[in-house]
């Protein structure tokens, strides 16, 4: 079998550690971070410090097909998330007032999902690996680059050379070799440049910032409050995100565009809680004991790379996976489920062989571009639509009519059972959303609907925002 190091020892890190050593691969994880989770696993929020991962204590949740993939790739981990107070939640338990026929289908089951802080879950991944055979993390070692033995021969005159990648070097200076290096340090991989350094291509890289910033207080009580608007509202120029925790713990996010002045007060607790006090819909998610202060973050980049360019790999033997390689406004909640569902596509590709490089990274990006890349794009564009509505509206411009196969569905999503699960699915990347629009009578069903639109969700109105941020 093949020596294969992943790079951060992260939620999908360490999952892919654990799915490549199940496979009787010799996997070796560096972690940059020197400390290790806490034996009590329950505990990582108030405990665990990861200095390396800025959105460590920001708001995380684990849609269903984070369940499907640990079931199905990693039996036993599932039931350590709820040993460690982790919860289940079924998205289908409220459905609009508006639908009439609530009663469950076959295969509703697919849609319970569990979750908790990311500190939690990734504890508890982090004590599955230290247990897993093949897989050795090693904490307190960063990446200071690439190992390479050869380059292919250019593609043509003046063509670009595709370095081989033999492994790791340590800022310590050790030499790891591998027959894979996989990259999943985040949002902040560096891959690109060692890349170059390496003496490749860069990867063709779409970068922009989404242009929010996020405000987050978590909160404790003997009951988590009841969902009785979507998980993410829109209300103007701000959206609210609420999001269960574990351990009788959840979070209230209010975002908004980075470039409204009037919202960096959102930083203040007494403020925070005075919009929050202002959503009718919301506002029980803050009568209960507040953990900590605001947490504010801002500066987040959708950012996509592809390290196969004009059809020339960018390199052999190296793999980006997660937020290596994609990352999105994280309001949508779909980091470390699509990362999953990433690495576990990269079980199925790596379990075809290594033997050819060029063949493993041509596959690579063909099953990345088909079943991960859509939910990026999907993503961006829904970002962008957001970002410019808000603005418009703080501008007091006219809105733009939306697409109309999106408002049609987002209508008809309030009457029809069909309809709104198909909606959920895209939401919680079950399904691509070229999928759900394709299935057989779902578009009849759309228009089939005769239903008014949707009500705008109450709260405040942009004077009585600005009045409350005083």
Not at 256 to 283: I, N, T, Y
Request: include cysteine; proline fraction near 9%; hydrophobic fraction near 45%.
């Amino acid at each position: 079998m093949s020596r294969i190091v992943v790079c951060g020892g992260s939620v999908v890190g360490l999952a892919s550690a654990m799915m490549l050593a199940g496979d009787g691969h010799d996997v070796t994880v560096l972690e940059r971070d020197p400390a290790p989770p806490p034996a009590d696993a329950s505990q990582a929020w108030d405990t665990w410090d990861r200095s390396g991962v800025a959105q460590f204590r920001q708001p995380h949740t684990l849609f269903p097909p984070v369940r499907h993939v640990l079931e199905q790739e990693l039996p036993g981990v599932v039931e350590g998330l709820i040993d460690a107070g982790c919860i289940w939640v079924d998205p289908l338990a409220v459905q609009p007032p508006t639908m009439s026929d609530k009663a469950a289908r076959p295969g509703d089951d697919r849609f319970r999902l569990v979750t908790g802080r990311r500190p939690v879950v990734e504890a508890v991944l982090a004590h599955a690996a230290d247990g897993h055979d093949g897989v050795d993390v090693r904490r307190g070692v960063a990446v200071a680059g690439l190992l390479t033995a050869k380059s292919l021969p250019p593609t043509g005159d003046g063509g670009p050379y595709v370095p081989e990648v033999t492994g790791v070097r340590t800022t310590e200076g050790e030499e790891l070799f591998a027959d894979l290096v996989v990259d999943a340090t985040g949002r902040r991989s560096r891959l690109g440049e060692w890349l170059q350094a390496a003496g490749g291509q860069a990867p063709l890289v779409a970068s922009e910032d989404c242009g929010f910033v996020y405000h987050t207080r978590y909160f404790r009580g003997p009951r988590l409050p009841r969902l009785v608007a979507p998980p993410v509202s829109d209300i103007g120029t701000i959206s609210l995100l609420t999001i269960p925790g574990d351990n009788g713990t959840w979070s209230v996010t209010v975002w908004g565009s980075a470039a409204d002045a009037p919202l960096k007060r959102l930083r203040e607790p007494d403020r925070f809680m005075a919009v929050l006090a202002a959503c009718p819909l919301h506002a029980h998610w803050g009568r209960a004991e507040p953990l900590g202060d605001v947490l504010s973050m801002a500066g987040i980049l959708d950012r996509y790379r592809r390290f196969v360019v004009d059809d020339v790999p960018v390199a052999t033997g190296v793999a980006a996976v997660g937020d290596a390689w994609a990352c999105t406004n994280p309001s949508a909640g779909r980091g470390v489920t699509v990362g999953l569902l990433h690495a576990q596509r990269l079980r199925r590709v790596v379990r075809a062989g290594l033997d050819e490089p060029e063949r493993f990274v041509a596959a690579w990006d063909r099953v990345t571009e088909a079943e991960l890349a859509p939910f990026y794009w999907d993503q961006r564009a829904a970002d962008r639509a957001r970002i410019a509505e808000m603005d418009g509206l703080r501008a007091g411009a006219a809105q733009p009519p939306p697409d109309p196969t999106a408002a049609a569905v987002a209508a008809a999503s309030i009457y029809d059972p069909e309809v709104f699960r198909g909606v959920v699915e895209r939401a919680m990347c079950m399904a691509l959303p070229e999928e759900v629009l394709a299935r057989p009578g779902f578009m009849d069903r759309v228009r089939a609907c005769r239903g008014p639109a949707p009500m705008p969700l109450p709260g405040p109105d942009r004077t009585g925002l600005v009045e409350l941020l005083r």
